[in-house]
């Protein structure tokens, strides 16, 4: 019999479940196979930066299973296309499982394919605490509300589930493994991950000095984007070089020695978030193509185009907007209240469909996990589940204002406005013309003019969102 171990958003070769399955379950006479599949999912949103953390992340990945005496096959193309080139019969294909509704479209078509070889797909609950099928309210139907969610997911955590799954790759002998000549050689390129790293050894790292340091301090200083605060292991948590079970037992190690607990607190409620998320687009498919409360699919949004690309190459006029995006087109990454900000703005200030940003941030960000991106945008739409109800509607100025009071982080990223001074860095536009001169940045040419003006924009937003509830 052959046994294929499958790595997917698992790239790791610790504390992972159906690894250890996987090698438990190999026999004296059986042979194996470590294999990885490059293929661009129908979302196709992989980024040149993006691309650049998953190769850094399979590089250390195969390393890691060399030193072991193994190889990492990675083939690239459709997944029923590599099984077909690979599978002959009797074999057992391990891996861990995925719960968008198009991953686990996927995986049942390779279980068909692979039932129709006299073989097998065995999957393993390994990215969440719990399973999205398996938590649910006292009526048997899905949490749509999260502070019920995290009280019922404290209610059930136990150390079970947060027990490390062991593994012990002495069992098997690499003179079994299958070798392949069809799989694919990869170049890691140089591209800039502006501190991003990928890999096992690098998130290790991140988790290690976050826990040091910055999760003491993420309740009171997460939100100042010019602050070095948050524990930026997105992308490691997307792409499995570290276990969501590692995070969650490091932050309760912590918890259970520290003073700052409601520090601490809230970047276990932030797991949690994700894992919300997760049951969320798991348990209501329908977040793919639409919003979640489907009255908001008959919204009209305005889709202007010249004020998409705008937002999207961050000269609409706001600071603290263009400092985001411009973040994200350069780094691959954005400081989370920012994501709530440039969100916002986009849908309710422009009134442009939130799909069209949440593919514009799929397609940049380093860290994209469908299920957080998509509850983001439609949280800030006030489309989705437990959203930002549409009357409440940010005010980029004061948001500003109250997270980056002196403009250290709009200087960061909008170069034209390094010379001005914290009274105008949040509407640059109401400086005069001898201040202007004075702080080297002409409105209109140097720094452009706001594109909208927010109060009306507001009142314009509203107005769409109260037809929808005939108001």
């Not at 661009?40 to 992340?57: D, H, P, T, V, Y």
């Not at 509300?145 to 002495?170: A, G, H, M, Y």
């Not at 020695?257 to 209501?284: D, M, P, Q, V």
């Not at 185009?305 to 603290?320: H, Q, R, S, V």
Request: charged share 25%.
């Amino acid at each position: 019999m052959v046994k294929i171990f499958w790595f997917r958003k698992d790239l790791r070769l610790d504390d992972n479940r159906a690894l250890s399955e996987f090698i438990k379950g190999i026999k004296s006479d059986d042979k194996f196979l470590f294999i990885y599949i490059k293929n661009n999912n129908s979302f196709r949103f992989f980024g040149e930066k993006r691309i650049q953390f998953l190769n850094e992340c399979l590089l250390d990945l195969k390393n890691k299973l060399n030193e072991k005496g193994f190889n990492l096959h990675i083939f690239n193309g459709n997944s029923l296309s590599v099984f077909n080139q690979i599978i002959d019969a009797d074999s057992i294909v391990y891996a861990n499982k995925q719960y968008e509704p198009y991953c686990i479209e996927r995986d049942s078509k390779i279980s068909d394919f692979l039932i129709s070889k006299s073989s097998e797909l065995k999957l393993y609950a390994d990215s969440t605490v719990f399973e999205p099928n398996k938590m649910f309210k006292a009526d048997g139907t899905p949490y749509t509300i999260f502070t019920p969610f995290k009280n019922k997911f404290f209610t059930l955590l136990n150390d079970t589930l947060l027990r490390e799954s062991k593994l012990n790759f002495k069992n098997i002998n690499p003179l079994a493994e299958q070798k392949f000549k069809e799989a694919l050689n990869f170049e890691i390129k140089s591209a800039d991950l502006s501190g991003f790293s990928g890999g096992r050894t690098s998130a290790l790292k991140s988790l290690s000095a976050f826990c040091r340091k910055g999760i003491e301090e993420y309740n009171s200083q997460r939100d100042y984007p010019s602050a070095d605060s948050t524990s930026k292991l997105s992308p490691h948590i997307h792409f499995g070089t570290v276990s969501v079970r590692e995070c969650f037992s490091a932050a309760f190690k912590k918890l259970n020695g520290s003073g700052k607990k409601s520090e601490i607190l809230t970047w276990i409620n932030e797991l949690i978030w994700r894992e919300f998320y997760y049951h969320i687009t798991f348990n209501f498919p329908h977040v793919i193509n639409g919003s979640f409360k489907k009255v908001y699919d008959k919204l009209n949004w305005t889709d202007n185009d010249a004020l998409f690309n705008k937002w999207c190459e961050g000269k609409t006029g706001f600071p603290i907007v263009d400092a985001g995006m411009r973040q994200l087109n350069t780094e691959g990454w954005m400081h989370n209240r920012l994501r709530m900000i440039t969100a916002m703005f986009l849908t309710k200030d422009l009134f442009i469909n939130w799909k069209k940003g949440e593919k514009y941030f799929a397609g940049n960000l380093i860290d994209l996990d469908f299920a957080s991106n998509n509850g983001g945008w439609q949280w800030s739409a006030s489309t989705g589940c437990d959203a930002q109800p549409y009357f409440r509607i940010f005010n980029p100025y004061l948001q500003s204002e109250k997270f980056d009071k002196y403009g250290d982080y709009i200087r960061k990223y909008v170069p034209e406005l390094k010379d001005v001074p914290p009274k105008y860095i949040h509407k640059p536009d109401e400086m005069t013309a001898d201040l202007q001169k004075k702080y080297s940045v002409i409105i209109g040419k140097d720094y452009p003019y706001p594109i909208v003006e927010h109060k009306t924009a507001k009142e314009f937003s509203l107005s769409k969102f109260k037809l929808i509830h005939g108001k």
